[in-house]
């Protein structure tokens, strides 16, 4: 289990490789982003894209089944108060292959919550070219982990019973 006290600033993530698959970026665009650069062949050649390309919102989606799957999937999140910045750098297409990384940017324990910190982090999707596709910076809220004895102390504490801030 992964709790608040085991990420620390300039920590860094290299996440999975997802290769676009075409018929799952073209369904979730016709479900989600109807535009029609995500949906239609032959309109996606007259825009500026020349071709289909991945709606932002299924690029965004990649990412996230990455981010769950490598660093989530068995930590003690408390969920996210939200994303802070979200951009999309360059058009995603079927069978690019992209490759996830986060850094902690910070980390600081809650002050109104003894059972929680949050977790900064820029997170990153790059294509096999090493182009940043998409770019993301996100706070995280993640369970401090349970003390350790009967003297409330965590295990990351000092002598004096003292949290780090």
């Known amino acids: 289990m992964r709790y608040f006290e085991d990420f620390t600033k300039g920590d860094e993530y290299r996440l999975a490789t997802v290769t676009v698959d075409r018929d799952e970026m073209v369904a979730f665009a016709r479900r989600f982003d109807p535009q029609p650069f995500h949906v239609d062949e032959e309109q996606a050649k007259e825009s500026s894209f020349g071709e289909l390309i991945a709606s932002g919102w299924f690029t965004g989606s990649l ?88 003297s409330g102390r965590r295990p990351t504490d000092d002598a004096s019973g003292r949290r780090p801030i």
Do not use: I, K, Y
């Not at 996230?64 to 999140?77: G, Y």
């Not at 096999?128 to 706070?139: A, Q």
């Open 63 to 150: 990412f996230m089944r990455m981010f769950v799957d490598e660093l989530l999937s068995d930590a003690a999140s408390h969920g996210s108060p939200g994303v802070e910045e979200l951009r999309w750098l360059r058009p995603v297409r079927a069978g690019d292959r992209l490759t996830g990384r986060v850094t902690v940017l910070d980390v600081w324990p809650s002050t109104r919550r003894d059972d929680r910190g949050t977790v900064l982090c820029q997170s990153e999707l790059v294509n096999d070219d090493g182009e940043v596709v998409m770019s993301l910076r996100s706070r995280g809220m993640f369970g401090r982990r349970p003390t350790d004895d009967a």
